[in-house]
Each structure stands twice: as structure tokens, then as C-alpha cells.
């Protein structure tokens, strides 16, 4: 619930991003507006992580986190397919 909240509060930079990426298929809109999202690369991947913070909501950080649980899944769905 609380991230249903933070995304789809009064006034949210989450919002702004849905609304551009619904309009225009780009979630950064104009260049200099708000904290750029970063595009898909499969050899650096990205992932922008909001925060509670006033001074830094908004992070951009490598999307290598859940790498070992994804290549679990990955190698479980070709032992076992459905």
C-alpha cells in the first residue's frame, strides 16, 4: 500500500514519469525536466530507486542486484519448462 501511495500521491515525480511514458513513450519527456530514467542496456543496466528523502528522492543505481535470483528462475524454467 505504501508504494501504491508513494506513486500515486498529490505530488509525485512517479506520476510524471507514467503520464510521459503513457503520452509519448518516453518517460523523460523534455530534456532537463526531472532525473533522466535510464534506457535499457543489457551490458550496464540501470535502475532508478525512489526514495524517502527530500534532499535525494530520486537515485539512479546499477540494476545488478537481483542477477544470482534471476539467473536461478532462468536456469529453473529450462530444467522444468511449463
Known amino acids: 500500500m505504501m508504494d501504491l501511495a508513494a506513486a500515486f500521491g498529490p505530488s509525485t515525480t512517479m506520476k510524471d514519469y507514467f503520464i510521459r511514458f503513457i503520452n509519448n513513450l518516453d518517460p523523460n519527456g523534455r530534456i532537463g525536466f526531472g532525473v533522466p530514467w535510464p534506457q535499457w542496456d543489457v551490458n550496464k543496466p540501470k535502475a ?35
Do not use: G
Open 48 to 82: 532508478i530507486v525512489f526514495q524517502q528523502s527530500n534532499v535525494f528522492p530520486i537515485v539512479e543505481i546499477a540494476d545488478n542486484y537481483r542477477t544470482a535470483a534471476m539467473d536461478y528462475v532462468v536456469n529453473m524454467s529450462l530444467l522444468y519448462p511449463i
